[in-house]
């Protein structure tokens, strides 16, 4: 029997069909108008856009344009670059217009789709941004839909890296600007810490639209961007740090990699404690003292950097230094590096130069930076899977388009294998059979590492491929695009957002460029183009014959996203494919979310050597496992999210403070206003409410008028005065205050005063900012912990975050207020060397996504119910309430003989043992570590 939902989908469809059957109407009239529009000269046909921006400005909607805008779009795309869209593209750039997602399948253009919501939403002249994963998309695409976007007298910019600030201001202004995520986030981190105005970039924000909107708001939205600038050189450290992890063994540490955590066994610990006493590197004995958090720090960076992370696979060597391999992409992310020292310790463990730690001074995560964009919208061919998502956080839904030709691809069943080298067997003799018979195959993999050693298989049975990872993607465009020719082999390391077409035969236009570059003879050029089509022609039909693309996966993804883009590559327009996915017991995914019994069952089965089993139980197997990793990074994500809507509210106050000063003339009023605010402090300080005049404390107060307001006034005097408050002291500190800062502006005179007043009030608040930063980072960090006491992280850093902010706030007021009362300017000095300068030198990274941060502790244990302290992480405050580590406490079995999931007895009978003292049961350890936490 149907149940309601399924019989109420049948009879009205489902909300997706709904919606879509709702459009319908605007796509007949778009097309009513299209021998309308076919008749317009190309002048008339370029004069609808100043007739648009017209009707805008007498009072038309975007809405009411959009049948005509779209209508012209088309017949200009037509004319200009030779595409027409289809109607399902039309349905496609009215998501985009109504602020969704449009779910569109590879090959289906969304690259032209985009141009119909860029267009009509440019017309009021307040700027659209298109965003792509890389910097190639980003060109392509600006210089490809340039073409069209020029034609109907709009401009185009492009931000890529490595463009001047003038150029990038240019680009900005432009009706329409492509860029990549993180460009543009970093764009807008930079401009907040300009000294000028007229030196920021971007302008306010109107509508973006995403390209691969899963990959940039989903899966790159796990960590922040972040701008920090160098500290002090700690190379040394790092170096010797490095040595001592190097000596320890497996049995001195335990690593999770589910949640890439690792930390040190009590051996290790010990092991470690007696390496640094040697080098003389630890402040007390135990490594785990305060005098010891920095090392503590290093050493836990350290350990992480050996154990965790895998050279070819998280990073490669390349030049010298260690780069990071962006783990969605597969590609070199050049100048960007892991916080908080990692990447000094990777650094130190492969011997290349240290370069120095840094600081943050600017970060925002990807949530926060596109819910500033009051429209907002994005394509792929991949979001249904975290509709709830886009929901949630962005506010977007999800509508999926269907294909303008039907899907022809046959997707197999997985094949599955025991080991690895028994599914590389099969990969490669598959290849062989394929590549016997003209089909063209694409290898996806998951890392470098796996397509190498798939590219050494190949190479040992000489089949000739192309290897498209990390260290050759500057050349991937033109392996991609020609990655459906004759019996082509390509390994390519995620094609997650590669953003080029794989079309059978090859890639025409790709070769006639390749070919005809250095030629200048016009006929020549056409004979060359003439004979390259015919040839893609006849190599299509061939590929077609063969039976289209072969997607062969060596392992599923973490996310079911990216086996799904991977798989989209084949069948585009209705063209022919097969895709199959091959995975073994050895894969990373299975080996650490799969199912801990999997291989004795398949022993018990019976399967052979080289036997693959193809079982709707594994394929069930695996959806788990991708849904339990997918399940963890989007609680990454929305812890992430929630944690930095706390800074994110900070942040808005101290922009919008930056902006307004730097807009003002002077800040006269502002700083006469935080003198005030500092002189009630003081006071207030030294003289409580409704205390009596003996409990004053009128040295503290006179010492703080002194240092603070910089007046020599005798305090004491006035509060010796019959019938004196503290409101009459104050009126009198505010007046002799203003009456030293009138002083000052006509002895320096008063523009040149109001300009040094603008300065320093700027520069003391990006000081502020930055200290204030690196507190909320320790902050953090700190609060995680209080897990293990019941206590919910996010409320206690919004509550102690808060504090600071408020901290940070008076303390910049007093430190204002005290520069600028006691500054004293030789009569020669430069007003130069008091303007603000914006930091030169920077570093910008994206890093890697962690678990641990802000997070709960992985154990699943209540702290009042003992039968569930097996679960405590053994480096986790036990839950006791000692203060100690878990392991130290009631989780240490050797020393105290009794099970972890018993609390000890209450009373103690080793009263008055110090804690450095040897333990009186004779174990050998410190007190502290044994019995010492009865």
Known sequence: MLGLSTLAKKIFGSSNDRYLNKLKPKVEAINALESEMEALSDDALKAKTTEFRERLEAGATTDDLLVEAFAVVREASKRVLGLRHYDVQLIGGMVLHDNSIAEMKTGEGKTLVATLAAYLNALPGKGVHVVTVNDYLAERDATWMGKLYGFLGLSTGIIVPGRYDADRREAYACDITYGTNNELGFDYLRDNMKAHKDEMVQRAFHFAIVDEVDSILVDEARTPLIISGPTEDKSDLYISINKVIAQLSEEDYEKDEKSKHVSLTEEGTEKVEGILKEQGLLASDDLYDYENTQIVHHVDQALKARTMFERDTDYIVNGGKVVIIDEFTGRMMEGRRYSGGLHQALEAKEGVEIQPENQTLASITFQNYFRMYPKLSGMTGTASTEAEEFGDIYGLGVVEIPTNVPVQRVDEHDEFYRTAKEKFDAIVKDIVEAQEKGQPVLVGTVSIEKSEVLAAFLKEKKIKHQVLNARFHEQEAQIVAQAGRLSAVTIATNMAGRGTDIQLGGNAEMRIEEETASIEDEAKIKEISDRIKAEVAEEKKKVIEAGGLYIMATERHESRRIDNQLRGRSGRQGDPGRSKFYLSLQDDLMRIFGPERMDSMLVRLGIEEGEAIIHPWINKAI???????????????????????????????????????????????????????????????????????????????????????????????????????????????????????????????????????????????????????????????????????????????????????????????????????????????????????????????????????????????????????????????????????????????????????????????FQGIGRNDACPCGSGKKFKHCHGQI
Not at 749 to 775: C, M, P, T, Y
Not at 854 to 865: E, M, V, Y
């Open 623 to 909: 959806e788990k496992a991708q849904q339990k990793v997918e399940a963890r990074n989007y609680d990454i994500r929305k812890n992430l999210v929630k944690f930095d809507d706390v800074m994110n509210d900070q942040r808005r106050v101290i922009y919008e403070q930056r902006r307004e000063i730097m807009d003002a003339e002077d800040v006269q009023e502002t700083i006469k206003d935080m003198r005030a605010d500092v002189v009630h402090h003081i006071v207030e300080k030294a003289i409580p409410p409704k205390s009596y005049p003996e409990q004053w404390d009128i040295a503290g107060l006179q010492e703080d008028v002194h240092n603070v307001l910089g007046l020599d006034v005798d305090v004491k005097a006035w509060a010796d005065e019959e019938g004196v408050d503290d409101a009459a002291i104050i009126e009198r500190l505010e007046n002799a205050a203003d009456r030293h800062m009138a002083a000052k502006a006509t002895k320096y005179g008063a523009e040149f005063w109001r300009g040094i007043e603008k300065s320093l009030l700027l520069q003391v608040v990006d000081q502020e900012w930055k200290d204030h930063l690196q507190n909320l980072d320790h902050l953090r960090q700190g609060v995680s912990l209080r897990a293990y006491g019941q206590r919910d992280p996010l409320n206690e850093y919004k509550t102690e975050a808060f504090g600071l902010f408020e901290a940070m706030l008076y303390h910049m007021r007093e430190h204002v207020t005290q520069l600028l009362g006691r500054i004293e300017l030789a009569p020669q000095v430069d007003p130069a060397q008091f303007e603000p300068k914006s930091p030169s030198i920077v570093q910008e990274s994206h890093p890697e996504p962690d678990a641990a941060i802000g997070g709960a502790p992985s154990g699943r244990f209540d702290a009042n119910d003992t039968s569930t302290w097996g679960e405590v992480p053994r480096n986790a405050p036990c839950p006791c309430g000692s203060g100690e580590k878990f392991k130290h406490c009631h989780g240490d079995v050797r020393s105290t003989g009794m099970p972890v999931s018993a609390p000890q007895p209450a009373n103690n009978p």
